[in-house]
């Protein structure tokens, strides 16, 4: 009986693990197929952020310039948020989640920009995009960008 209820639980436990691993910092996914059905599911368009957390100084700054600030979380909610990161430490990732990254990258970010916020809407296609950040504290485009496609 013990092994009968390990049998049937394990699925549950293997579906709860692959879900966390889909899921970055404060609602952001981080896998393009659950954003895509989600948008699609949720009515709402996708916000890509691609950055390069641990190297490229313009993301960090924008990161505690516009992403955490009151005026993103104010709109973030209007989005499918889907976080891509190519870090040059590789241990911040999983090598099954830098390869979706790298992939995605070039599928979406052609030329490699970061920092880069993509708009998608829920069938994929690009609506807007938004390169760089000169870390001077000013993100109104950034800002407009989102209002716009909310």
Known sequence: ?????????????????AEKS??????????YETALNTAAQTDKNVLIYFTG????????MLKKDFFDSAEFAAVS???????????????LLSSE??????????KLNGKGSVPLIKILDKEGHELD???GYSMNGDTRYHLELVQKHK
């Open 97 to 106: 989640q830098l390869a979706h990254n790298k992939e995605l990258s070039s």
């Open 53 to 60: 957390s641990d190297w490229c100084p313009p993301c960090k």
């Open 22 to 31: 889909v899921v970055a910092n404060n609602g952001w996914l981080t896998n």
């Open 77 to 91: 909610s209007n989005y499918v948020l889907l976080y891509i990161d190519i870090p040059m430490n590789k241990d």
């Open 129 to 131: 995009k938004y390169a």
């Open 1 to 17: 009986m013990k092994h009968l209820i390990v049998l049937l639980l394990l699925p549950v436990v293997m579906l709860a693990q």
